[in-house]
């Protein structure tokens, strides 16, 4: 199993690690059980992603796909940020082995748990913007769509 | 500095056995089976280095068959014992611990499987054995060394037990040969598989042992090579390094053993005592003298071996990610360790090439990889504000 060099330079050098003491979006998925977590902080202003910072617990491509995401999304509007899909991550990391597919789509569900958080905050129903309740990211069979696109 | 610390999963082809092995291409290149100068030029090759196997582990030379490595010499070993003992049942005893030649041989197989638990220590017990012995077994396999975590088995008892029942005795001892005293009689084994790449040797080649009067079904068909029982013509030059890389190996091996544990212990103390969280996976007594493993808690393996690696040191993980699987090595979930624990697994396999310099740069490294990782873990975060 290879990984790609965008992968490695992620890994090795993960953008936005850390927490945001005042944050008003925090999402957290995925369980220790299946050997991934990712938290994600967010700050915003304006309906702009002014901050965002992460911690992973997992393997170099939880850890590469978790970093990748923050920056794609940093500086964009909330309606930007939703549209964050896996395949967006997986691009911008020139690609992910296959068994790997699953952390994508973790850092996708990362970023709408803690957009999701941010509108509860707000007094107003996730749901109402098209955010559903993210699974947690575990492959041992809730059978939701994040599932599917593991395998 | 480049360590390579991973010499369980293969270690580097001795240079000095390698120089010995190129004649054998290019010169004794002739077929075994031919009746020229050029093959009875090779048959002698052969037989020198059948004698030289038998001789490192007290065999017979008609005992051991060449084979292409361990996951041969155990299916063929699995499936031949069944195939021959087929009238008395189809019953099979191995252990929670086995490598996947075994495990998944015994998957695919019409078998009814019992699998021995181990302690947490990664052993089985004689009495488990004992119990697990009804009339229709056919075979017992369990592995003389853990590739894992290093546990050493009691065969000797073990095999007495299946003995006492008329039951044949199995042990896949890929990762004992070479690295600990190994002599089939003294086991009492009626098979043991071996397999070169890890002693030195090259990749490719190992060996059956078969005990004499035990007449093993073919695993394959084809020529009359190994009398027989094992077609194919014969890869002289890995075969004839092998051995070489056996005598080798088992020269002087007590001596050897003392200064490997030497390092494994300093090496695997200096992780516990300077890195907090981090469990013992591979036993204090009983364990290989090179091999050390740990779980780092509150990390996933697959990190740590990147970061291992791009300070130079080449390691493994039972966790998932490097599994292959969604599941965590199914040896550190046998010791009981959770999931969690099981993906936060590391291990640095020594050999005799390794120094205590090398030794000493990991022990400096580890502990700043781990402070590094464990400083974006989310769980690690949770335990320092626990902690206060």
């Not at chain 1, 700050?43 to 850890?63: P, R, S, Y």
């Amino acid at each position: 199993m290879i990984y790609s060099e965008k992968v490695m330079d992620h890994f090795a050098n993960p953008r936005n690690v850390g927490e945001i003491p005042d944050a008003n979006g925090v999402g957290e998925v995925g369980n220790a059980k299946c050997g991934d977590i990712m938290k994600m902080y967010l700050k915003i202003e304006d309906n702009v992603i002014q901050d965002i910072k992460f911690k992973t617990f997992g393997c170099g491509a939880a850890i590469a796909t978790s970093s990748m995401a923050t920056e794609l999304i940093k500086g964009k509007s909330v309606e930007e940020a939703m549209q964050l899909t896996n395949k967006a991550v997986v691009e911008a990391l020139d690609g992910l082995p296959a068994v790997k597919l699953h952390c994508s789509v973790l850092a996708e569900e990362a970023v709408h748990a803690a957009l999701s958080d941010y509108y509860r905050r707000q007094g107003l129903d996730p749901a109402m913007f098209g955010l559903k309740n993210s699974c947690d990211g575990c492959c041992s069979g809730c059978g939701c769509e994040a599932e599917e696109a593991h395998s | 500095m480049r360590v390579y610390a991973d010499n369980a999963a293969t270690t580097r082809t001795d240079p000095e056995i390698l120089e010995k092995m190129l004649p054998v291409f290019t010169e004794t290149y002739g077929n075994p089976s031919s009746i020229h100068t050029a093959g009875r030029d090779a048959f002698f090759v052969l037989k020198e280095a059948r004698d030289r196997t038998a001789k490192a582990l007290n065999a017979l030379p008609d005992e051991i068959y060449f084979t292409s490595g361990g996951t041969e010499a155990d299916n063929w070993a699995i499936l031949g014992a069944a195939k021959k003992k087929a009238a008395k049942g189809r019953h099979i005893i191995t252990s929670a611990i086995e490598h996947h030649a075994v495990l998944h041989t015994l998957e695919k197989g019409d078998f009814d499987v019992t699998y021995l638990p181990v302690n947490e220590q990664g052993f089985v017990s004689c009495e488990d054995l004992e119990k697990a012995i009804r009339e229709d077994t056919v075979l017992v396999t369990v592995m003389m060394a853990n590739n894992e975590i290093g546990s050493i088995q009691p065969i000797r008892q073990l095999a007495d037990i299946a003995h006492r029942r008329n039951v044949l005795f199995h042990t896949d001892a890929v990762q004992a040969v070479g690295h600990i005293p190994v002599d089939v009689k003294e086991l009492g084994v009626d098979m043991l598989s071996l397999s070169g790449h890890k002693f030195s040797a090259p990749k490719g080649v190992g060996a059956l042992y078969v005990r004499k009067g035990l007449l093993l079904p073919n695993l394959m068909q084809g020529g009359a090579q190994e009398k027989g029982r094992r077609p194919g013509t014969e890869n002289v030059p890995a075969a004839y390094g092998m051995s070489l890389a056996l005598e080798k190996a088992v020269t002087g091996l007590e001596d050897k053993m003392k200064k490997l544990s030497a390092l494994r212990d300093k090496l695997i103390n200096g992780i516990l005592d300077t890195v907090p969280y981090c469990r013992r996976n591979s036993p204090a007594e009983n364990c290989l003298p090179g091999m050390v493993n740990v779980s780092v808690q509150y990390l996933e393996g697959e990190s740590i071996l990147l970061m291992l690696d791009m300070n130079g040191i080449c390691a493994s993980s039972g966790s998932a990610c490097t599994s292959g699987s969604l599941d965590p090595s199914h040896v550190l979930l046998a010791l009981g360790l959770d999931h969690e624990t099981a993906h936060g697994s590391v291990r640095l396999s020594l050999c005799g090439q390794n120094t205590e310099e090398e030794v000493d740069y990991i022990l400096e490294k580890f502990p700043q990889i781990i402070a590094r990782l464990r400083a974006m873990s989310p769980l690690w975060e949770k335990v320092e504000k626990k902690e206060g």
